[in-house]
C-alpha cells in the first residue's frame, strides 16, 4: 500500500483544513486508516483513526469534536476534516494503514505511511 496526503497549509487559528490521503493498492477497503501528527520536538501521535467498513472511528482527546475522519473506499482516499483550529494543531501530519484493529492508536503498528503534511496554525 502506497499513501499520498496532501492538504496541509498554514490557517489561522479557529479556521478549518481537510486533508486528504490517497492510497493505491488492491486492498485498500480492508485496511484500518489512521492519521498521526508530530510537531517539533516532541514524540508522534495518534489523533483518529476510522476501520475499514467506515462504521466506526476514533479520536484522540485533543482533537474529539473538532475533527473529523471518513474513508471514500471507491475513490481509495480518507479525510481529515479538521475544525476550530488551535495553534497547538501546528504540525506535521502523516496517514497511516494497517490490517487488524488491535492497538490502532500505536503508530508502531502502522506499517504503511504517507510522507506527511505540514498543518501550520497561527495564533
Known amino acids: 500500500v502506497q499513501l499520498q496526503a496532501s492538504g496541509g497549509g498554514l490557517v489561522q487559528a479557529g479556521g478549518s483544513l481537510r486533508l486528504s490521503c490517497a492510497a493505491s493498492?488492491?486492498?485498500?477497503?480492508?485496511?484500518?486508516m489512521g492519521w498521526f501528527r508530530q510537531a517539533p520536538g516532541k514524540e508522534r501521535e495518534f489523533v483518529a483513526a476510522?476501520?475499514?467498513?467506515?462504521?466506526?472511528?476514533y479520536y484522540a482527546n485533543s482533537v474529539k469534536g473538532r475533527f473529523t475522519i471518513s474513508r471514500d473506499n471507491a475513490k481509495d482516499t480518507v479525510y481529515l476534516q479538521m475544525n476550530s483550529l488551535k495553534p497547538e494543531d501546528t504540525a506535521v501530519y502523516y496517514c497511516?494503514?494497517?490490517?487488524?484493529?488491535?492497538?490502532?492508536?500505536?503508530?508502531?503498528?502502522?506499517?504503511?505511511w504517507g510522507q506527511g503534511t505540514q498543518v501550520t496554525v497561527s495564533s
Open positions: 497511516a494503514s494497517r490490517e487488524g484493529t488491535y492497538y490502532i492508536t500505536t503508530d508502531r503498528k502502522y506499517p504503511y
Open positions: 476510522i476501520m475499514w467498513s467506515g462504521c466506526a472511528t
Open positions: 493498492g488492491p486492498t485498500f477497503s480492508s485496511y484500518v
